[in-house]
């Protein structure tokens, strides 16, 4: 007979083993090692053992899932909740068990209902929960579960009530294609000529982030003031999979006032030199599809190529 109880330390090992077994070597998530989850889950801001249970039958762990209010705020590495927002951090189950994974959801659902909770979103962890758990540990920085190779699990969570609220993409672009790099130069040196019109510059500094080590951020300023900015560095579980230094980009921003006047692609253009002349072979971002304006300067403007396909699902409880 199954038994769910509270994840331990000396659960440890055997979660890892699960992970691996279940969803390790599908095209977009990648091997977990003990020190991985250590660092990215257990000691990061926020986690709660209480909220990870663990399936169990005789002494075999079968499965997880691990849910908490939203991780809203992030202020020198201590966690804000919202209770009223209630996400599913992760679910692992063997593919061929949907009954086991409807269950690991249904329970997560009704401890969180419990505490408060209006709606649950199975939200994956670089949007704005759990910025640090599982970043780094599953394939393009997402928690199982809402991906197109997660077809199965999908489905459990669509008949336990959840519905498709945003569709996003993590796009790729190679760095390695030397033809490209004089097209990119141009386009750099052309948005330069008018930006330094404006007063604007480029600095390029090292970040101490909490969750993302060895990231750089790139930003275009006016005297004191920040124009537009992004940061890059490398996904080191990923080079550790597949030998190939991908980088990834976050926080590509520009100033309400300053948008329409190509500093966004910019901004990208030297980043993107910045992290091949770091290394990088390629570099890859998340963008919402909803978001036209970021999604038509990465795919069309800087010839990012579309690789995975993501969504969030959610579900309102009643009351």
């Not at 060895?214 to 940061?231: F, K, S």
């Amino acid at each position: 007979m199954v038994a769910l109880r509270t994840f331990g330390a000396a659960d440890l090992p055997a979660l890892v083993r699960l992970w691996n077994r279940c969803v390790a070597g599908s095209p977009n998530f990648i091997e977990l090692t003990e020190a991985d989850f250590i660092r990215r889950v257990v000691t990061a801001p926020g986690f709660e053992p209480a909220r990870l249970l663990v399936a169990t039958e005789k002494h075999a762990l079968l499965g997880y899932v691990h849910y908490g209010p939203r991780l809203e705020m992030w202020e020198e590495g201590k966690p804000s909740f919202t209770r009223e927002e209630g996400h599913i951090y992760a679910l692992v189950a063997p593919r061929e068990n949907t009954a086991l994974a409807r269950a690991l959801l249904e329970e997560g659902v009704a401890r969180l209902a419990e505490a408060g909770a209006r709606r649950i979103l199975l939200y994956p962890s670089w949007v704005c929960g759990t910025q640090a758990m599982y970043n780094g540990v599953a394939g393009a920085y997402e928690m199982p579960g809402l991906s197109d190779t997660r077809g199965e699990l999908m489905a459990v969570a669509e008949e336990a009530g959840f519905a498709p609220v945003a569709e996003y993409g993590t796009p790729e672009l190679s760095l390695s294609e030397e033809a490209a790099w004089g097209a990119r130069r141009e386009a750099r040196d052309r948005l330069w000529e008018q930006a330094r019109e404006w007063g604007l510059r480029a600095q390029e500094s090292a970040l101490r982030p909490t969750f993302f080590a060895h990231r750089r951020a790139v930003t275009l300023v006016r005297g004191r003031e920040i124009i537009a900015m992004t940061a890059y560095g490398p996904w080191e579980e990923y080079r550790r999979q597949y030998g190939r230094r991908l980088f990834g980009i976050t926080s590509v921003q520009v100033d309400r006032a300053w948008r329409g006047k190509g500093l966004g692609k910019l901004v990208m253009l030297v980043a993107l030199e910045a992290a091949r002349e770091a290394g990088a072979e390629g570099v890859h971002l998340h963008v919402y599809r909803s978001n036209e304006v970021a999604w038509n300067l990465y795919h069309r403007a800087l010839g990012f190529q579309p690789t995975w396909r993501w969504v969030t699902l959610g579900r309102d409880l009643a009351g």
